[in-house]
């Protein structure tokens, strides 16, 4: 695949890459400009300037001038320009996806299937545009009261880079469709995606400055972004650490945020399970966009009872997955995003055999001249995991399954809950109160029985603890991008008739 075919005159990447601002593409940066890299072969593929505070502060007034506009249009227009961008999805599913593939390494198969899933968040939004939105409260006669939604105004969107289309969709679709404008500050590893869906919202309709694309690193040009007095929300998806970054600085302007961060999402395997199912599972739910999924099964649970069995299973599902290059149409696992996360993967797996841990499978680069460059981990099996180790409480982010055992219910839960983290949690048993007691005692926002994901556009991705605040999708994650006006209308004789 030759990297330079995504960038042609006609494509919606044109010629270059750029941020887009007030629909147009500019080129000026501030500081080192950001390298963009193919995870697959360690290929250069564009340098993406950065922006200064100057040309966020640019973005964000273009912004609050379309945002005027677009405000006003009824849910009905706003659909319709919706309806436009999910059309033009389906067109350039191939492009955006090559460019997905690209810059971020997933199959082009899984990254086509990532714009099928933006597709979905737009849909959603667009359902919206017969939601009520608002209410009319029983006062004193001759008076009103209405309590209703309006936009927030201008929406700072920040994104991380496993999901560079997916993601972008499921912020800027329900924002937009509540009425607001968007300022987008992609990942420093895939600012490419978000360009091109920049330039495809623009020939779908969407109005100038409505939806611009800052590029740049997240402590300068996301900084600049969540500082900028004129915008009035911040939503991330991202680590820990970076939610926790733009809260501080949320907190002095006092606006709201939406943090979906990390996980540590338990997979339980109760003894009574069906162990084919759960093995299957537990193996795709590991190696899922090579296991950079915030969802991702990141520490198995296995019954003591029926260990040997799962394990059996789990080691077949494993074998038959081969790392093959992303263009490759039979590819299911590509390399890791970047260098800097294949290092933290190796230094957590090789710390977890350090501690004791079995390594049974995989534990760095595969064999084979194809994976000699590029960020290529092989799938990788940890037997022996206990509670003490590092692996069993941090996020590893990569396609290492770790399988450790349990002896009761509440041992399970207990440790299962012991985790910062809580975003989801997977629970395979046949047993109904087994499976009621685990929804009401496991602490995460979001669980799965007996499947495996992905969450769908009317859920609600929510995560507690140290996975975030606030939330994406359905009805909940709507909301986020409203606030509320009440207003009291006098119109009765005592009000002057
Ligand atoms: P990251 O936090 O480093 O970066 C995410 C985004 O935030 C990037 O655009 C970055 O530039 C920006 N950013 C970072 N610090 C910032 C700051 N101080 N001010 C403004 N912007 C800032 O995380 P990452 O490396 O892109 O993603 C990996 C992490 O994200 C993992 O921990 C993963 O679990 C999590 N994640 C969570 C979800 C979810 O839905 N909860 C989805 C995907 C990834």
Redesign the pocket.
């Known amino acids: 695949m030759d990297v330079r075919s995504i960038f042609t005159a006609d494509s919606l990447l044109g010629a270059e890459p750029g941020h887009v601002i007030g629909g147009a593409r500019r080129t000026e940066g501030s500081g080192d400009p950001l390298p963009v890299v193919n995870p697959a072969t360690g290929e250069h593929v564009a340098n993406v300037p950065s922006a200064s505070a100057e040309l966020v502060a640019e973005a964000v007034s273009l912004a609050v001038q379309a945002q005027r506009e677009w405000g006003r249009r009824s849910h009905t227009q706003r659909a319709q320009v919706l309806r436009s961008i999910h059309t033009l999805l389906g067109e350039h599913a191939e492009e955006i996806g090559r460019i997905v593939a690209v810059e971020q390494g997933k199959p082009f198969r899984d990254a086509v299937g990532e714009i099928g899933g933006a597709q979905n968040f737009f849909e959603f939004a667009i359902s919206q545009q017969y939601r009520e939105i608002g209410e009319v409260l029983a006062t004193e006669s001759g008076e009103q009261l209405t309590v209703r939604e309006v936009p927030i105004g201008v929406v700072g969107v920040?994104?991380?880079?496993?999901f560079p289309a997916a993601i972008f969709a499921r912020k800027v679709a329900p924002a937009l469709m509540a009425g607001n404008a968007i300022v987008v500050?992609?990942?420093?590893f895939t600012p490419l995606s978000a360009m091109a869906l920049a330039e495809l919202c623009r020939r779908a309709g969407v109005p100038d400055g409505l939806v611009s694309v800052v590029c740049g690193?997240?402590?300068q040009t996301?900084?600049a972004l969540?500082d900028h007095p004129d915008v009035g929300m911040i939503t991330?998806?991202?680590?820990t650490?970076?939610g926790r970054?733009?809260m501080r600085q949320a907190a002095e302007k006092l606006i709201p945020v939406s943090l979906?961060?990390?996980?540590k999402a338990p997979f339980i395997v109760f003894p009574d399970a069906d162990l084919d199912r759960a093995a299957k599972d537990a193996v795709d739910a590991r190696l899922w966009n090579a296991g950079q999924v915030?969802t991702c099964n990141e520490i198995t649970y296995v019954h003591e009872d029926v260990r040997d069995e799962f394990l059996e299973r789990v080691r077949a599902h494993l074998r038959a997955v081969e790392p093959k290059d992303p263009f490759d149409p039979s590819s299911a696992l590509g390399p890791l995003v970047a260098d800097r996360e294949w290092n933290k993967v190796k230094s957590m797996v090789d710390r977890a055999v350090e501690q004791g841990a079995t390594l049974e499978m995989g534990g760095g680069r595969p064999e084979g001249e194809e994976f000699a460059t590029g960020n290529w981990f092989a799938p990788t099996l940890l037997t022996g995991v206990t509670a003490e180790m590092d692996i069993a409480r941090s996020?590893v982010?990569g396609p290492v399954l770790s399988l450790t055992t349990f002896a009761s219910y509440d041992e399970v839960v207990a440790r299962a809950n012991a985790t910062p983290y809580g975003?989801s949690a997977y629970v395979y048993s046949r047993n109904l109160h087994t499976v009621m007691r685990a929804l009401d005692d496991l602490e995460f926002g979001e669980i799965y029985v007996n499947k495996a994901g992905p969450e769908r556009p009317q859920g609600f991705?929510t995560?507690w603890k140290d996975?975030?605040l606030g939330g994406d999708d359905g009805v909940h994650g709507y909301e986020r991008y409203v606030r509320r006006k009440t207003a009291y209308v006098g119109y009765g004789p005592e009000y002057g008739e």
């Open positions: 920040i994104l991380p880079w496993n500050k992609p990942s420093e690193p997240g402590r996301g900084a969540v991330m998806t991202g680590s650490r970076g970054e733009i979906e961060l990390g996980g915030c996020e982010f975003l991705h995560g996975s975030g």
